[in-house]
């Protein structure tokens, strides 16, 4: 059994910077992929980034590259997005998933463990 519990959301104005963090429970955060995913009111939950188990290949969706950084600290068992330059359209429930494999996926039923996600807000 895993557990992941989200932190670091909140109320930033448009061009401000957060970084969300993800607290891994259990001794296999190492050997798999882990993502972030968002979820915005109405809308279908979406990809964000992710990063497979040792950090050497990450995918960002096109609408954060450059803005959003993905990172991940196997000896603390937490998984990381630096966020900057916010906009918006950023506003979401942002949730960290568990892949099922070394390999990372843009794909949500590639991942088996999500958190209860952190919300964040970015005001114009």
């Known amino acids: 059994q895993v557990q992941l519990v989200e932190s670091g959301g909140g109320l930033v104005p448009a061009g401000g910077s957060l970084r969300l963090s993800c607290a891994a429970s259990?001794?296999?955060?190492?050997?798999?992929?882990m993502g972030w995913f968002r979820q915005a009111p109405g809308k279908e939950r979406e990809f964000v980034a992710a990063?497979?188990?040792?950090?050497?290949?990450?995918r960002y969706t096109d609408s954060v590259k450059g803005r959003f950084t993905i990172s991940r600290d196997n000896a603390k068992n937490t998984l990381y997005l630096q966020m900057n330059s916010l906009e918006p359209e950023d506003t979401a429930l942002y949730y960290c998933?568990?892949?099922?494999?070394?390999?990372?996926?843009?794909?949500?039923?590639?991942?088996?463990?999500w958190g209860q996600g952190t919300q964040v807000t970015v005001s114009s």
């Open positions: 998933a568990k892949g099922h494999s070394r390999n990372w996926s843009i794909r949500t039923n590639e991942y088996d463990y």
């Open positions: 259990g001794r296999t955060f190492s050997s798999y992929a």
């Open positions: 990063i497979n188990w040792s950090g050497s290949s990450i």
